[in-house]
């Protein structure tokens, strides 16, 4: 059984060769026809600062999908305040909203003020103060992009949320893997783990401050625990065969999992205070990757007792288990749309492996990348966008697409092959 997995790992892990260094911007692999114009005028007074916010605010924006940001040198002015602003120049542009700004420092920080602008309309929508030292000036921005973007769409934005990924590097017995948390955006990447044997299947707790993940330290799978601000982390699994795919529920005090210690992988769930273990499939199937249901009352995950990776809801109530996926040969990985109407998953189409969306009221299937080798698909928790891991060439890398499919792009990563990225929740 060793020998298997690691076959299987080793498989998994070397679809690519050793990654050089990404280079550290957000690459737009297809556009949104439909998004609405926005300028994003750069801040008076930021030529000095360590970020410009106004940029960032301006890639935050863009890779929404929702906007399309005017170039700055298609500017004909740079006005830093809604007094200065000759709405008829930005019409003439045909721009729907205006963001302007300046940034000076405070004491060891800055400030930072900030408008948003209805173009068409003529009027002041938003305004505010924000401050923050040198080294958030990063997150300053990622808040203003927040505030614009619900401002205008009525949908909260996600822009200071983070994302989990792994990367391995070298070949063979050289083989060095590590666990990121990055920005949204991909920047600010920190390693919260290195080991020389394989990290798989982060997932992150409900209040983002701990994830749960896969390491194999102790040649053989065991799920961890760790909390991102100490460190500390606890050894949840260690059984015999398989202990794989943990996944945390909406109140934060189970995790779901695959574990294979009775036979087959089958699912279970762990109250983490207790340790204590609730079977929840008893089949000779493969039975793997759950998901909970934002209302926390079902799963879904991926079993072969179809004769194919298909996807499968278990109600946790009555213990029924209901197939959900018809279209194609292989659907997999399931993840719920935070509102629970949808399913974000893996299908194999005639062009290989895509991230597609799944209603789940009529079943019908849509695909929503382009690209033919994606892998782990995970939601934005306010469900505009999808984060997956991808083939670029010989090597993984992060991707993102709409929840529509209308735009999708490339991110920044840490160095090495990327796999399996994770979406952290709203972290306030």
């Given at each position: 059984m060793k020998a298997m997995m690691t076959a299987w790992l080793t498989a998994a892990l070397l679809l690519a060769s050793q990654l050089a260094q990404a280079n550290l911007t957000i690459e737009i692999t297809r556009g949104n026809e439909s998004a609405t114009p926005i300028a994003v005028v750069p801040f008076a007074g930021g030529e000095g600062l360590p970020e410009d916010v106004?940029?960032?605010?301006?890639?935050?924006?863009?890779?929404?999908?929702?906007?399309?940001?005017?170039?700055?040198?298609?500017?004909m002015d740079q006005p830093s305040e809604s007094e200065q602003v000759r709405f008829g120049d930005w019409q003439a542009l045909d721009t729907r909203y205006l963001v302007v700004g300046s940034a000076e420092r405070e004491g060891d920080g800055y400030r930072l003020r900030y408008e948003l602008l209805d173009v068409s309309g003529e009027q002041r929508m938003l305004g505010e103060v924000v401050t923050a030292d040198a080294g958030g000036l990063r997150g300053a921005a990622h808040y203003i992009s927040d505030q614009v973007f619900e401002a205008i769409t009525d949908i909260r934005g996600a822009f200071s949320?983070?994302?989990?990924?792994?990367t391995s590097q070298g070949v063979g017995d050289d083989m060095q893997f590590a666990l990121y948390v990055a920005d949204a955006d991909g920047h600010n990447s920190q390693q919260v783990l290195s080991s020389r044997e394989?990290?798989?299947?982060?997932?992150?707790s409900p209040d983002g401050g701990k994830l749960a993940y896969v390491s194999f330290e102790t040649e053989r799978p065991a799920i961890y625990v760790q909390e991102l601000g100490s460190?500390?982390?606890?050894?949840?699994?260690?059984?015999?065969?398989?202990?794989?795919?943990?996944?945390?529920?909406?109140?934060?005090?189970?995790?779901?999992?695959?574990?294979?210690?009775?036979?087959?992988?089958?699912i279970y769930v762990m109250d983490i205070a207790s340790r204590n273990l609730q079977r929840l499939t008893r089949d000779s199937a493969i039975d793997t990757e759950p998901s909970w249901a934002p209302d926390g009352r079902s799963l879904?995950?991926?079993?072969?007792?179809?004769?194919?990776p298909q996807l499968y809801r278990h109600d946790l109530g009555s213990g029924e288990q209901k197939r959900l996926t018809f279209t194609g040969n292989y659907n997999a990985r399931g993840r719920f749309s935070p509102d629970g109407?949808?399913?974000f998953l893996i299908h194999r189409s005639d062009r290989g492996y895509q991230v597609a969306r799944q209603d789940l009221d009529s079943?019908?299937?849509?695909?929503l990348s382009d690209s033919r080798w994606d892998e782990s698909p995970s939601v934005a928790p306010n469900g505009t966008m999808v984060l997956f891991a991808t083939q670029q060439g010989n090597?993984?890398?992060?991707?993102?697409?709409?929840?529509d499919g209308r735009a999708s792009f490339r991110l920044p990563s840490a160095r090495g092959d990327v796999r399996e990225p994770a979406w952290s929740p709203f972290l306030n």
């Open positions: 106004a940029q960032v605010v301006h890639d935050d924006l863009e890779r929404s999908g929702y906007f399309e940001p005017l170039p700055r040198r298609q500017m949320t983070r994302i989990a990924y792994v394989p990290i798989l299947s982060p997932s992150w460190g500390k982390r606890a050894r949840l699994t260690d059984f015999q065969g398989l202990n794989s795919a943990p996944a945390w529920s909406p109140d934060g005090r189970r995790l779901a999992m695959s574990l294979s210690k009775d036979g087959q992988p089958d879904v995950f991926t079993s072969d007792r179809s004769g194919g109407e949808s399913l079943g019908r299937l849509v695909t090597s993984g890398v992060l991707g993102a697409v709409t929840a």
